[in-house]
């Protein structure tokens, strides 16, 4: 969840695959530090994603997985004697969506977008760059593309090292599914007979799977799948363009049979809650729970859009958030599902707040129009607009 960089001595050089070993940022000078003031009690700021979470009452990664807890093995000068035996491995930025909440870092899709929208009307690339952070989570080098995969050398130094010392690997993209060195890297296991000693969680948008993929799942000791779906049917298309919801579906059942048939694996759903889906949220959860909720399914609830703001449904009107806060609210009564009902109460609560001044709002919800209108022309698709006609109807009051 942290945003940063581990920076090298120098404070300007980062740590970066294609040039260093996996380990050599463990007991780094920038990793002590952070140790160090966690230890103290001191904030850090490199947690702050989660601590936002938390305060509005909100699970969060570290409180999920118990990131801090081989914090008390720490040395009095910040460095661990043990290796991680925890890995979150990227596998690059390459996708095959390009998501409204996401960034070029995890979808080189959406630089390759932006760039061809750029030269059609330049001064749309002007403003979506001036406008970083707001539009798009990092709209620096939009060309570039993250494959450390292909390189050889590269590739065996952590194959090795995920074999031999990862017992929890969790692996992202991009997109892992469509990447051919994330089979690889667990046929290298299997063949090292390793896979037996790893749990294994996957994110995948859900658009593809392998015919072996069931196999090597059901060799390691624990998997689970999260599935990156933020809408139902044309929505989800809309948010993650341009998703084919049969290829979900099929995903869907793909996973439920390989749990069946292996009995060690669980499905969760990860919805990317945002101001584009948090209308349909309740029907959203209702589809997770006719489908797949029982001892081994469940809903991770720790992906909240603040960034890019103009996914944040914090810039909706006023009276729209409102509306959606009571419908939330209603929907929760006949739900049978006590994690699910807190959940989204606790959105509703969030929808009840006011984090932006009038004016930033309306601000931020024009940056909304005129970017999402002008994706929505090159597209040549379904729009927001008739999508969701109440939420234009909302807008276009607001900003009379």
Same mark, same amino acid.
Request: net charge negative.
């Given at each position: 969840?942290?945003?940063?960089?581990?920076?090298?001595?120098?404070?300007?050089?980062?740590?970066?695959?294609?040039?260093?070993?996996?380990?050599?940022?463990?007991?780094?000078?920038?990793?002590?530090?952070?140790?160090?003031?966690?230890?103290?009690?001191?904030?850090?700021?490199?947690?702050?994603?989660?601590?936002?979470?938390?305060?509005?009452?909100?699970?969060?990664?570290?409180?999920?997985?118990?990131?801090?807890?081989?914090?008390?093995?720490?040395?009095?000068?910040?460095?661990?004697?043990?290796?991680?035996?925890?890995?979150?491995?990227?596998?690059?930025?390459?996708?095959?969506?390009?998501?409204?909440?996401?960034?070029?870092?995890?979808?080189?899709?959406?630089?390759?977008?932006?760039?061809?929208?750029?030269?059609?009307?330049?001064?749309?690339?002007?403003?979506?760059?001036?406008?970083?952070?707001?539009?798009?989570?990092?709209?620096?080098?939009?060309?570039?593309?993250?494959?450390?995969?292909?390189?050889?050398?590269?590739?065996?130094?952590?194959?090795?090292?995920?074999?031999?010392?990862?017992?929890?690997?969790?692996?992202?993209?991009?997109?892992?599914?469509?990447?051919?060195?994330?089979?690889?890297?667990?046929?290298?296991?299997?063949?090292?007979?390793?896979?037996?000693?790893?749990?294994?969680?996957?994110?995948?948008?859900?658009?593809?799977?392998?015919?072996?993929?069931?196999?090597?799942?059901?060799?390691?000791?624990?998997?689970?799948?999260?599935?990156?779906?933020?809408?139902?049917?044309?929505?989800?298309?809309?948010?993650?363009?341009?998703?084919?919801?049969?290829?979900?579906?099929?995903?869907?059942?793909?996973?439920?049979?390989?749990?069946?048939?292996?009995?060690?694996?669980?499905?969760?759903?990860?919805?990317?809650?945002?101001?584009?889906?948090?209308?349909?949220?309740?029907?959203?959860?209702?589809?997770?729970?006719?489908?797949?909720?029982?001892?081994?399914?469940?809903?991770?609830?720790?992906?909240? !859009? /603040? @960034?890019?703001?103009?996914? =944040?449904?914090?810039?909706?009107? %006023?009276?729209? &958030?409102?509306?959606?806060? *009571?419908?939330?609210?209603?929907?929760?009564?006949?739900?049978?599902?006590?994690?699910?009902?807190?959940?989204?109460?606790?959105?509703?609560?969030?929808?009840?707040?006011?984090?932006?001044?009038?004016?930033?709002?309306?601000?931020?919800?024009?940056?909304? !129009? /005129? @970017?999402?209108?002008?994706? =929505?022309?090159?597209?040549?698709? %379904?729009?927001? &607009?008739?999508?969701?006609? *109440?939420?234009?109807?909302?807008?276009?009051?607001?900003?009379?």
């Amino acid at each position: 969840m942290s945003e940063d960089n581990i920076t090298k001595e120098n404070q300007y050089d980062h740590y970066n695959m294609s040039k260093d070993e996996i380990l050599d940022s463990w007991n780094s000078q920038y990793m002590k530090n952070i140790r160090l003031k966690m230890i103290a009690g001191e904030k850090v700021s490199n947690c702050q994603r989660c601590v936002d979470s938390e305060s509005q009452g909100l699970t969060s990664m570290r409180t999920v997985d118990n990131k801090e807890k081989f914090i008390r093995s720490t040395k009095n000068d910040g460095s661990v004697d043990h290796d991680p035996n925890s890995l979150e491995l990227h596998f690059g930025n390459t996708c095959n969506l390009h998501c409204k909440m996401c960034s070029q870092q995890y979808s080189h899709m959406i630089g390759k977008e932006l760039l061809k929208m750029g030269e059609q009307d330049p001064e749309f690339l002007k403003w979506v760059k001036m406008e970083s952070g707001v539009l798009n989570n990092w709209t620096g080098e939009l060309e570039i593309v993250y494959d450390w995969y292909k390189n050889e050398k590269i590739k065996k130094s952590i194959f090795e090292h995920v074999s031999k010392n990862v017992e929890q690997l969790v692996v992202i993209g991009g997109e892992p599914t469509i990447i051919k060195e994330f089979y690889e890297l667990l046929e290298y296991c299997s063949g090292q007979n390793t896979l037996r000693d790893k749990t294994l969680t996957i994110t995948t948008n859900m658009t593809n799977t392998s015919k072996n993929l069931s196999t090597w799942l059901g060799a390691v000791q624990h998997f689970t799948v999260h599935a990156s779906i933020d809408g139902l049917d044309a929505r989800n298309r809309y948010i993650r363009y341009p998703c084919d919801w049969n290829s979900v579906l099929k995903a869907m059942a793909f996973y439920k049979e390989t749990i069946k048939k292996h009995n060690n694996g669980r499905f969760s759903f990860a919805p990317a809650i945002q101001l584009l889906n948090i209308d349909q949220l309740p029907e959203l959860c209702e589809f997770f729970l006719e489908n797949f909720i029982n001892r081994d399914c469940g809903i991770a609830w720790i992906s909240q !859009v /603040r @960034y890019p703001i103009v996914c =944040d449904y914090a810039i909706l009107p %006023t009276e729209h &958030r409102l509306k959606i806060a *009571d419908r939330l609210e209603t929907a929760t009564k006949t739900m049978d599902h006590a994690d699910t009902v807190k959940n989204i109460l606790s959105h509703a609560t969030d929808l009840r707040a006011e984090p932006f001044s009038p004016d930033k709002q309306k601000m931020y919800q024009k940056m909304f !129009v /005129r @970017y999402n209108d002008q994706q =929505d022309k090159f597209r040549n698709g %379904t729009t927001w &607009r008739t999508l969701l006609p *109440d939420l234009e109807e909302a807008l276009t009051k607001s900003l009379k």
